[in-house]
């Protein structure tokens, strides 16, 4: 589990404009499982298919004549845990396409249910999926979670004409910052202060590959990723022999601490921390809990952002 950081700007609630509204028969209490989309038999090769299933997920679920009955604890027919279940599968296999192809998903999934909103404006569909999926794919304690999926949705719901003024400052700040040092864009560079007290920035330091780690030697989950790390030997040789550098930056005030224990740090790492407290305040980085690590390639060059242990393993070993 992530130590969440500062405030974050998601909307809790989603309240769509006022206006007289058209009655629509309630539908009978009945429930159903949920209406997965079956990929036509001639397609074959499996990322064909991943792609297709991927742009026609949530088809039927959100078909404009296919109005179920809906209350707290079902949407749509649907029982709520089981479309949680299929946000989080969703986005597993947005995570198996191109990165375009996924953000095309998301801005035509945020559509059809913005069409359904307005086809079926008695429907829960919109107000309670929305919230799910800010938290399968933007909060930062998510599994699968993704500032890159979750940036095209998001602008979806800032621009939206169904979505009340007051609540798209919200949207527009999380958009904001998860356009910030996107994947396959430049990462924003820094200075910071290492254990020698020489001053140095991100740009400096030349390798192949550079993992960037924003974190914190009180963090019990920053404790975690350094054993994960010293336990797998390619790592360790990806350093030795120079085409990795591990980065730790501290990105809060108590410089004494964290002078203290960085005799628990490896000493192939380099470590930091950010003298001006920008990266703290989310003026570089968008960083919402720790630790928070981005793979860059030798320009510096976002290769995976906020990834998970697990993401960045499989991308180096």
């Not at 330091?205 to 924003?214: D, E, M, P, Q």
């Not at 974190?215 to 790390?229: I, S, T």
């Not at 793979?295 to 960045?312: C, E, G, S, W």
Request: with cysteine; net charge negative; hydrophobic share 45%.
């Amino acid at each position: 589990m992530k130590i969440r950081i500062g405030i974050i700007f998601t909307a809790a609630l989603v309240i769509l404009s006022c206006g007289p509204k058209k009655k629509e028969a309630r539908p009978a209490p009945v429930t159903r499982d949920f209406p997965m989309a079956e990929v036509p038999m001639m397609i074959t090769q499996p990322d064909e298919r991943a792609q297709w299933l991927c742009t026609h997920f949530w088809d039927r679920f959100t078909a404009p004549d296919s109005l179920y009955f809906s209350d707290s604890l079902t949407v749509n027919g649907v029982p709520k845990e089981a479309l949680e279940q299929q946000i989080g599968l969703f986005a597993t296999l947005l995570q198996q396409i191109p990165l375009a192809d996924g953000a095309a998903a998301m801005t035509a999934f945020y559509k059809r249910l913005e069409a359904f909103q307005l086809a079926h404006p008695t429907g829960n569909v919109f107000t309670e999926t929305v919230p799910l999926v800010s938290r399968y794919f933007y909060d930062p304690n998510s599994p699968v979670r993704s500032e890159d999926l979750y940036l095209p949705f998001v602008k979806e719901l800032a621009a939206s004409a169904i979505i009340d003024p007051a609540y798209k400052m919200g949207y527009e700040w999380d958009a904001k910052m998860c356009e910030m040092n996107r994947t396959g864009t430049p990462a924003a560079d820094f200075v910071f202060i290492d254990t020698a007290g020489r001053r140095r920035t991100l740009y400096s330091i030349k390798a192949a590959r550079t993992l960037l780690i924003f974190g914190n030697p009180d963090c019990h989950a920053c404790k975690e990723l350094l054993v994960e790390m010293e336990s797998q030997a390619q790592i360790a040789e990806l350093i030795g022999n120079g085409s990795l550098k591990v980065l730790d930056i501290y990105i809060d005030q108590d410089i004494p601490l964290w002078k203290e224990k960085m005799a628990d740090y490896p000493a192939s790492w380099i470590n930091g921390y950010d003298p001006s407290f920008k990266i703290r305040s989310d003026v570089l980085y968008n960083v919402r809990a720790l630790p928070s690590m981005y793979l860059l390639d030798a320009d510096k060059t976002v290769l995976l952002k906020d990834a998970t242990t697990d993401q960045i393993l499989s991308a180096l070993l």
